[in-house]
């Protein structure tokens, strides 16, 4: 095996995922292992594109999105069209990752406000209890 192969292990180790995580990818036709009997050998370009992947995740992206993007690499126009549209999917993706912000941090307000009224209903009812005996 050469340095430019990894296994299924030495993957899941250097990504931080797991052998199921690597065999959707696979089953989903994101990754191309080669085969050598049972053991997967994974690339410089699965590696690559795990990399991207995993990105994609974190920020939001579907898997059709991911796989759009990774399909337009050999497009031949020198990435261009692959940047670009990985930007617009990004912009998008920040502009829904923001809106959701705005209604966490309008949600944390509304509760922050229901704790503070429970607090005083609880401290109320205290004191009458108090007063009662």
Known sequence: MTTD??????????????????????AKELLF????????????RDRARLK????????????????QLLDLYHKGDQQQTQIT????IARDRLADLESQRQEMDAAIDDLKEQLKWGE?????????????E
């Open 52 to 67: 991207l992947i995993l990105r994609g995740k974190r920020f939001g992206f579907s898997l059709e999105e991911i796989r």
């Open 120 to 132: 005083k209903m609880i401290a109320s009812m205290k004191q009458t209890r108090t007063a009662a």
């Open 5 to 26: 192969m990894m296994t299924i292990r030495q993957m899941c180790d250097a990504f931080e995922v797991t052998p199921r995580t690597l065999r959707f990818y696979e």
């Open 85 to 88: 549209r990985a930007y617009d």
């Open 33 to 44: 292992p080669e085969r050598q009997g049972q053991k997967r050998l994974f690339t410089k």
